[in-house]
DNA sequence: TAAGATAAGTGGTTAACAGTGGGTTAAAAT
DNA sequence: ATTTTAACCCACTGTTAACCACTTATCTTA
């Protein structure tokens, strides 16, 4: 089964002193209503917070189910995604709470960029993020490749 | 599945002071009424800023959508690209309003530049166009690539 | 070709809504 | 029982988008 979410775009927002952030109306406009205003944020792969749906979320954990444990990396990969999925609802004005263990990860302090990236959210500590942006982590070749395959 | 537009011309129009911009009636027209005058602005490769018919934007979105995040130059990849792009809608009057982030990245003040470039749409300030234009920066070799490639 | 009619481009106003902050009560933990 | 935490409610402010209005251009028809 495939995603149903195609979320985009980019906003700055900011978090207040109890640890709520506010999800674009754009975006949060686009839950359906089977998942009720529910999702789950965890632990990005890079250094920022991901948030999926929670029909999203069911997907991918059925993927996971299918890893095999007896891989080091498999095991180190569900253990660092797992652990730290929280299943969470936002508020009548939108907002959720970005547990503080996430808020510690991604280095989040005042500001936020919040980011859509199909099927789901990221959020991110501005500064870091334009970092990651400028720095030539990425080998130019794969990127170019990837441009060849995917036609824009 | 292959474009349904083919966008063709040059026009020249004004951004007023909320950053509205107006579609040329003859590109607006083109429109599918499945589109329902929506769209998709995000960054050019140039400095300007594209347009694409929602169901444009629908083709290079299943594209993406086949791209795995374990991979770290896929997730760099699929977040500068989602990143600017913004689904739009134009008003009564067949207007839009450029996110003030690619005001910024094209370097519009008040006029600009709206070329039609078969599936999608380019907007320009019209002095930096003027510049490309005349910078020989497509290096005669990449024509004669292309060249064998498409048949004008 | 001139005049009226229609459509296109531009500008401003307003009312709804989104984002943010704070306070109060209920629940949980110590 | 007391302190802490989290959910809920209310309120303020700035932005946005829907609406209205005017001018200029284009098309049509006499």
Chains 1, 2 share one sequence.
Request: charged share 30%; aromatic share 10%; glycine share 2%.
């Amino acid at each position: 089964m495939s995603s149903q979410y195609t979320f985009t775009g980019e906003f700055t927002f900011s978090i207040d002193s109890k640890n709520r952030i506010n999800i674009p109306a754009t975006l949060r406009k686009q839950f359906l209503s089977r998942d009720k205003k529910t999702f789950v944020v965890t632990r990005g792969i890079d250094q920022c917070a991901w948030i999926y749906p929670m029909s999203e979320w069911e997907i991918i954990q059925k993927e996971l189910k299918e890893l095999s444990s007896l891989s080091k990396t498999n095991r180190i990969f569900l253990r660092n995604h797992l652990r730290h999925a929280n299943i969470i609802k936002f508020d009548n004005q939108g907002r959720f709470v970005l547990p503080q263990s996430l808020v510690d990860y991604s280095t989040i302090k005042k500001d936020v960029t919040i980011i859509g990236v199909l099927n789901k959210i990221e959020i991110w500590n501005p500064h870091l993020l334009k970092k990651v942006d400028q720095s030539d982590e990425v080998d130019e070749q794969s990127y170019e490749e990837l441009s060849e395959r995917v036609n824009i």
